[in-house]
């Protein structure tokens, strides 16, 4: 069970992994500011750092 006070936090990162894009997020989540947005809740795993590289790196493949 998540506790109330972490659900803003849970839906943030549930966000993050269905690629939601930052400012849908930050309208859901009624942030008023995307730094905070971004800064605070929008927090990415190793495994998402991982696929950008390598998405990043297949696009200077020829």
Not at 32 to 59: C, H
């Amino acid at each position: 069970m998540i506790p109330l006070r972490n659900t803003r936090h849970a839906t943030s990162s549930l966000l993050v992994a269905l690629k939601v894009h930052p400012k849908i997020a930050q309208r859901i989540l009624r942030h008023s500011q995307i730094a905070i947005t971004l800064g605070v809740y929008a927090e990415a795993t190793e495994e998402q750092v991982r696929e950008a590289l390598q998405r990043l790196a297949g696009g200077f493949t020829t």
